[in-house]
Nanobody, 121 residues
Framework: QVQLVESGGGLVQAGGSLRLSCTAS????????MGWHRQAPGKQRELVAA???????NYADSGKGRFTISRDNAKNTVYLQMNSLKPEDTAVYYC???????????????WGQGTQVTVSS
């Protein structure tokens, strides 16, 4: 059974930084694409960033230059470093896992419970 557990969300002022973490269990982490998505109130869930097993990345335009996805295969953990945060980044952030091609097809099938990120102006 796949389990994805996020941590690191919270309240931060505009311009600040946060690092989200997601630890996976129940999967062979090293062969999975991992992703971060977010959902703001009244909006659809959207991709933030994704990473292939080999380290290829896919970023939404909204986070390019500010957000960095990384993974530590030894710890079964994927991270999202978020810098220069803006109020419009406020959302619930979800970790996701999918097949090796999911970083570009966005075919993620497993999801964490989400962690709230709130950016105040």
């Amino acid at each position: 059974q796949v389990q994805l557990v996020e941590s690191g969300g919270g309240l931060v002022q505009a311009g600040g930084s946060l690092r989200l973490s997601c630890t996976a269990s129940g999967i062979t982490f090293i062969i999975y694409s991992m992703g971060w998505h977010r959902q703001a109130p009244g909006k659809q869930r959207e991709l933030v960033a994704a990473m292939s097993p080999g380290g290829y990345t896919n970023y939404a335009d909204s986070g390019k230059g500010r957000f960095t996805i990384s993974r530590d295969n030894a710890k079964n953990t994927v991270y999202l470093q978020m810098n220069s945060l803006k109020p419009e980044d406020t959302a619930v952030y979800y970790c996701s896992a999918g097949p090796s091609t999911a970083w570009r097809t966005l075919n993620f099938g497993s999801w964490g419970q989400g962690t709230q990120v709130t950016v105040s102006s």
